[in-house]
């Protein structure tokens, strides 16, 4: 069961940043489909089911904050992992599950994102 | 049988006018008493002694003539032997028994008999004369007026005893002033000779240098502190000597050997009335004031640095992460042969060490949102379990000296960081063995009165220069030369900063080796009791 390969929303403003991120993940097995805002992630979360997002925390027209609120309103179980390039946490509230620093590295990315996957898929199969 | 008290009564009650006030009495002329119960007799005594410079007092009986006695200063009493009431001998008696008149001069006159003279030898001790009637007016004024004289000049004397024990007393407390200002004052005030030898030292020099008054009167001032002079010390000879004044900053030394920086102004005070010439030097300390200023520019520096690497930190860290990833994805991609697989691994090694400058330096971030308890005690001692096997390696020994285990609000991670540093450089510093000692242990700021807490650790290693010992929390700079990348004891210090606190090097080399010692200051701590009753509080909130 936790063959199945799980649906990742990456969401990014930098299209290079994007493109590469979206490969390591789908190196280490996943499925990822990419938005480059905010309101196009929110749009793609109606019609496709995602087990995860990972989005960025500073884009010009919607805040990775913003939008895991949004995400979390409308889908309160879905995991949202934070990524960071600034030096300290946000001061301001975030929902969040995870947050990294972009200088972690692909390995442990990974690594926690499968963390979080098995985490949320376990709580799925025990309510 | 005569008490004093049965007149005492009558002083107050109003009195035939006296013939004297008490404005004359203060005055050179003196006062002389006639006591005669006959009217007549005091009109002649009066007449005769007229011409003498005095005021003349007249009473009736002995009763009266004592309370004058009491009222004003009187320089001879002419008495009348044979009164009714209290008789001149009487009389006498009573103004010897009181210790202001016993050297009141009384003169008696009378019809003298053998027996009468006898009694007069009893009251020798003071000035006592006699005169028998009838009186030669001439041989009377004579006596009273030597009587009168005597009196004005014991008065005199006295007076001028009184005025020079004043004036010692006022001098002296004048002194006694002077030199309580000098002590008072924080400046080091010092005298000395033209040849350099120290004349006066008061106790703010005492303060400033660590020397006492014995141990440099007559020493050579400048030898003593070792002072070193912006200037040639001719210039400064010149300048005394065509202004009489000097000013400047002057470094020095104290008895145990600390640095100071003094201002100092000189005066020449010239030769004069024999007196020789003399220079005046104040000094204050201006040490810890330029300790001080110069921390604020560092800190100034250190904070605008502190900007910039932010900004460059995310502007650097988004290609950086798309860079490792690219990495990420080349490894083992079948499309590389052997030689462009292996440049692919050399530039991603040289990118981490990239990511991990960047990553220790412009943009370690915090682990929890929340500040949290942490003990300082547990994260030294996970520091030196995990670091146990290197120090042991190294023959380094480990004394903790944890006298408090009060804990500090804050993030475990960033504070770890602080420590690991202190701790690996300090084992860096003793590549040949030698002691570590860590100190945890209260502190009350002087100045604000927090509580706070203060940890130290010191090494036996190879110490630091005295020049390098500024530099150490500057970007960059390390004595590691290409071992260290310069960057952990400045991140220590934005560290330590944001908890307020403050961290600072002290290095001495004595003849044995050298004592490193690095000291972190913050200036809040919480109680263990504290952090339990947050706890509490906490969980009632949730």
């Known amino acids: ?127 | 049988m005569m008490s004093m008290n049965p007149i005492g009564g009558r002083w107050k009650s109003p009195m035939e006018p006296a013939k004297s006030n008490g404005s004359e009495d203060t005055n050179d002329r003196v006062n002389i008493l006639l006591v005669d119960d006959q009217p007549a007799k005091l009109l002649s005594y009066e007449a005769i002694l007229g011409d003498l410079d005095a005021n003349l007092i007249k009473a009736s009986s002995g009763t009266e003539a004592l309370e004058h006695l009491l009222k004003h200063d009187i320089a001879v009493v002419l008495a009348d032997v044979s009164m009714p009431g209290i008789d001149g001998f009487q009389l006498a008696d009573m103004i010897r028994e009181h210790p202001r008149f016993q050297k009141t001069a009384i003169l008696f006159i009378s019809a003298i008999h053998l027996s009468d003279i006898d009694r007069i030898k009893g009251y020798q001790r003071g000035a006592v004369d006699y005169l028998s009637v009838p009186i030669v007016p001439e041989v009377l004024r004579a006596k009273v007026g030597v009587f009168a004289e005597l009196h004005r000049s014991r008065r005199a004397l006295e007076a001028l005893n009184r005025n020079l024990e004043q004036r010692v007393t006022d001098r002296t407390e004048e002194l006694r002033e002077r030199a309580d200002l000098l002590d008072l004052a924080s400046e080091a005030i010092m005298v000395r000779d033209m040849n350099g030898v120290v004349l006066f030292w008061n106790s703010g020099a005492e303060t400033l240098y660590g020397w006492t008054r014995e141990d440099v009167i007559g020493q050579d001032l400048h030898t003593i502190l070792s002072t070193r002079f912006p200037v040639p010390v001719s210039d400064i000879e010149s300048s005394l000597l065509k202004t009489g004044r000097w000013e400047g900053n002057l470094v020095q030394f104290t008895r145990d050997g600390r640095e100071v920086t003094v201002a100092c102004r000189k005066a020449l005070r010239n030769e004069r009335a024999g007196a020789p010439g003399v220079i005046l030097e104040i000094s204050r300390d201006m040490t810890e004031r330029l300790r001080a200023e110069d921390a604020l520019r560092n800190a100034e520096k250190l904070a605008a640095m502190g900007r910039v690497a932010g900004i460059i930190a995310h502007e650097i860290n988004n290609p950086l992460e798309a860079i490792l990833n690219i990495f990420h994805l080349l490894r083992g991609h079948v499309a590389l042969n052997e030689e462009a697989a292996d440049y692919t691994r050399l530039a991603e090694q040289e990118l981490l060490r990239v990511v991990h400058i960047v990553k220790h330096t412009l943009s370690f971030y915090r682990e929890s949102q929340q500040p949290v308890a942490v003990s300082i005690t547990e994260v030294l001692d996970n520091i030196l379990e995990l670091q146990s096997r290197t120090l042991h390696l190294q023959g380094i020994s480990i004394e903790r000296r944890f006298l408090t285990d009060a804990t500090i609000q804050g993030f475990p991670g960033e504070l770890r960081q602080v420590f690991m540093n202190l701790i690996v450089n300090a084992t860096h510093a003793m590549p040949d063995g030698g002691r570590l000692r860590i100190t945890v242990r209260r502190r009350v700021d002087p100045k604000t009165h927090l509580r706070g807490m203060a940890v130290s650790v010191c090494d036996t290693g190879t110490g630091i220069k005295r020049e390098h010992i500024r530099q150490l929390f500057e970007p960059f700079f390390s004595t590691k030369s290409a071992k260290g990348t310069g960057l952990g004891l400045w991140v220590s210090k934005g560290i330590v900063q944001k908890y307020d606190g403050a961290i600072e090097c002290r290095s001495i080399s004595y003849r044995d080796g050298n004592a490193t010692c690095f000291r972190v200051v913050f200036p809040r701590h919480i109680s263990m009791r504290q952090i339990h009753s947050d706890a509490a509080y906490s969980a009632q909130e949730s």
Not at chain 1, 87 to 104: I, Y
């Open chain 1, 1 to 127: 069961m936790s063959e199945r390969k799980f649906v990742i929303l990456c969401v990014d403003d930098e299209p290079v940043s994007l493109l590469v991120r979206s490969r390591v993940l789908e190196k280490a097995g996943h499925e990822v489909i990419t938005a480059s805002s905010g309101s196009d992630a929110l749009k793609t979360l109606r019609s496709t089911p995602v087990d995860l997002v990972l989005t960025d925390l500073l884009m010009p027209t919607m805040t990775g904050i913003e939008l895991t609120r949004n995400i979390k309103k409308e889908h309160p179980s879905l995991p949202v992992v934070m990524f960071s390039g600034v030096n300290e946490l946000p001061q301001e509230e975030f929902h969040a599950d995870l947050f990294l620093s972009k200088l972690e590295g692909p390995q442990i990315l990974c690594e926690k994102i499968a963390e979080v996957l098995h985490r949320s898929e376990y709580a799925r199969n025990h309510p």
